[in-house]
């Protein structure tokens, strides 16, 4: 008797398919322990210098960048995402329902270039934002937005928000709403029963969506690269311009390591809140 | 409930707080549809003459169409690849125990946490030690990777929901296994398969920082066209494209709404 | 009653030819989960045509066994055999078996139609040929006017006779129905009974009958196998199984059941007498031959068979009620009593002679009531 049939065959695709990322995980790997030869794209020997090249202030800045572009746009889309998610779920009407979610869901399909040169556009010093401010005469002279760290931040909200509303209205639709009512009944307002019942229990799935916004801003390339224009330079943008511009791949390589072991850290801090969470057993 | 005027102010406060942020998520997009109307090459705000002439661009231009070609192809291929390998490997997580899975499973599911332009680079670099050239293929191979997971993960979802007694009622009615897995199982994991499949699909046609390190001229995605079309140039023929783009996937997730609920597709009912 | 007489009795020793052979052998078979055993060596013969049932609570093995005999489980030591064919290593699909689960288990993607042909379609028979085969299989079921409906459309007993219809069909050697009542509602229930029996009668079908409701496992079987953690504790037609259980088990799972403890005072010369809490009862020693004196037994008797009788009449235990239920027919009595094993006593008076509460009264036992001895405790 087969107790187990298509094992062979099932596994077979997903195993090539795994061996090839295994070994692309293992090239980077080797390629960060090898030297760059300058004008040969092929690298040198056995070297741990890529690491302590890392190690320069140019690479440190990259890093803190990097992590306070992470900060403030979870910070920022968890702001204005849980409001969005309370509301989509909250309302009465299922048509309003519906179109806040066709609103919050089609940037999400969008690809990252769309999305960030609309925010070219809107951003510019030429761009909407400016011409409107100056025009209605608030400002004499157009605001920097091109280029600096609030000028990606704000394109990369707009980029994380719809799964981090995705992920806070899941959790927050599993909330039973009996708790809130037994809030109510024992007298306290809505403010108060947000603040003590609401907020306190959808802490799981705030946990999980900053995690999700941390892991979405650190893989972010185009926004950065195209509206930080050079001027702000993180990890993807740096790993890019050592490759295709100085051809540096082992450099390169060993900036991606360090980069990914950088988030599997913070991934697992996450990870390792949300569990004491759940220990808690308040959820 | 007794409404006061205290409940009144916060209700009306709420709604123009979310109303204000759904202005921001639009924003963008009503900017880049008045942009791609502006008839001069350089944007101005507002613009001073309207034409439609860079629809007609973004239509002419040749690295878009062939663009497009390149990422309905690769979309097609790699997401349909990702289905049969995702479902072959979600069938085998959710019903068997063997040697290793732990492991395979976290390396498939990996792409999930570690950066695309990691990814990127790994392959590259892959691909330049072993002599591989950059090739669609490659490119394939990338966007199976990256989608993998997603397919995974939503057969795994249809397989866990999936009434194991109607296997069991067919394989007593004489139904060999694979008849059993290609007359009951798969398809009743259809609609399962083809949102696992479309998800793929829209994930790989949009998917830009890993493919930017493996194309070439002749092998350029849409995004990576558009990507290159930015750099060198400023004309609004972007704002078209992008115009194109919106609607396209809101006329989708409409239809999807309409067909689906879309609060049930996502769980947040 | 709808049961043929025949069937009642199965065509096991036919005079003047060799005894059939068994439909289904279950040899030795056992079979343990983690550790846990769920099933002990179980040694089994299934006649042809035989409609045999396995009672038991749940967690009692009967699932296990059908599982075994499906071939969904493999037996850890043991042989099957079906038709005189070893079975154990075989496919549950070629083991030529038709189930009806406890959900029915129809294909929902499929219409009625399709769903009973599908047995026919795996074993190739041509197109049309099954269509006629499945349409034919309907009308038995009288479900022949359904053939394009989905399940879903379908009420609760049209599922289960499409289910039926669909295990029919093919032509099982074994039927195996596992709880195929459970999930309909009462009167449903009683009428789906009396047609899976005549249909099983008709077509002289083997089956293996699967349920924990002793009035499903009485009405409709040739024999009935009483399981409990494990084991099977009595196998016997079901006049055997509620007149003489084999133990305290078995009497208190089948029907309702009097339990009275006693104390074998003498046991000789062809008489057995017995101490109830201070009543003394005289039996023939036949009842339980090999109780000694001083051996505490449990006295085992149905309520149908007890009788209320004035208190004082020799050879009767002195009761009290304690309450009456009306249950519209008759009244049940339920009567304390010191003698009782467990609980009240009790038994069923006609609703014209129902004595107070409070009153005393005292039971007349049956002449030959069931002895439980060694594991009556």
Known sequence: MTKRPFLGWFVTPAGLIAIGIAASFLAILQYSLRAHVPGMLDPGGFTFDNFTTLLKPAYGKAFITTVLLCFWTALFTLLIGYPLAFAMLRTRSGWVRGAMLIITLTPLFLGEVVRTYSWIIVLGNQGFLNSALLGLGLIDEPISFMFTTMGVVIALVHFTLPIVVIMLAAAIAHIDRKLEQAAFSLGAGRVRVFLTVTLPLSVPGIVAASSTAFAWTFSAFATPQMIGGGQVVTISTLVYQVGFASFNFPLAASLSLAGLLFTIAVLSIFNLGMRRIERQGAY | ?????????????????????????????????????????????????????????????????????????????????????????????????????????????????????????????????????????????????????FVVRSVYVSLQNFERQLEAAAESLGAAPRRVLFTITLPLLLPGLAAGWLFAAILSFNEFTASLFLVNQRTQTLPVAMYNYVREYADPTLAAVSVIYVVAVAAMLILAHIFFRLEKVLNVD | MLI???????????????????????????????????????????????????LGPSGCGKTTLLNLVAGFLEPDKGELFIDDALVTQVPVHKREIGIVFQNYALFPHMNVLKNVEYGLRTRGVPAAEARDRAMETLRLVKLDQFADRRPKQLSGGQQQRVALARALVIRPKVLLLDEPFSALDRNLRAAMQIELKEIQHSLGVTTIFVTHDQGEALSMSDRIAVMSKGRVRQIGSPEEIYASPADRFVGTFVGDANLLTGTVTTSESGTLTLDLAGTALTLPQSAAPEAAAGETVELFARPEACQLVAPGTPGAVPATVSFAVYQGAHVELHLACPAAAEGPIMLRVPVANVPKVGAAVAVALPEAPVIFTGEAQ
Not at chain 2, 78 to 84: F, Q, R
């Open chain 2, 1 to 149: 409930m007794n409404c006061t005027p205290l409940d009144h102010l916060l209700t009306w406060s709420g709604r123009i707080l979310v109303a204000l942020i759904l202005g921001f998520v639009l924003l963008p997009f009503v900017v880049v549809l008045i942009a791609s109307f502006n008839h001069s090459s350089i944007l101005t705000f507002p613009p001073q003459d309207w034409s439609l002439r860079w629809y007609a661009h973004a239509f002419e231009y040749d690295d878009f169409a062939d663009g497009v070609k390149n990422s309905l192809i690769i979309a097609a291929f790699g997401s349909t690849l990702a289905l049969v390998a995702g479902t072959g490997f979600a069938y085998v997580l959710n019903r068997y125990e063997f040697r290793g899975k732990a492991t395979l499973h976290a390396v498939l599911m990996s792409s999930l946490v570690i950066p695309n332009f990691t990814i990127g680079l790994g392959l590259l670099i892959l691909a330049a030690s072993v002599s591989i050239p950059r090739s669609m293929g490659l490119l394939v191979f990338l966007h199976i990777t990256i989608v993998l997971p």
């Open chain 3, 4 to 54: 043929d007489p025949k069937l009642q009795q199965p065509a096991e020793a036919v005079p003047g030819q060799p005894p059939a052979r068994p439909a289904v052998k279950i040899d030795g078979v056992s079979k343990s989960f983690d550790g846990t055993l769920a099933l002990e060596p179980t040694w089994l013969k299934i006649r042809k045509g035989e409609f045999l049932t396995l």
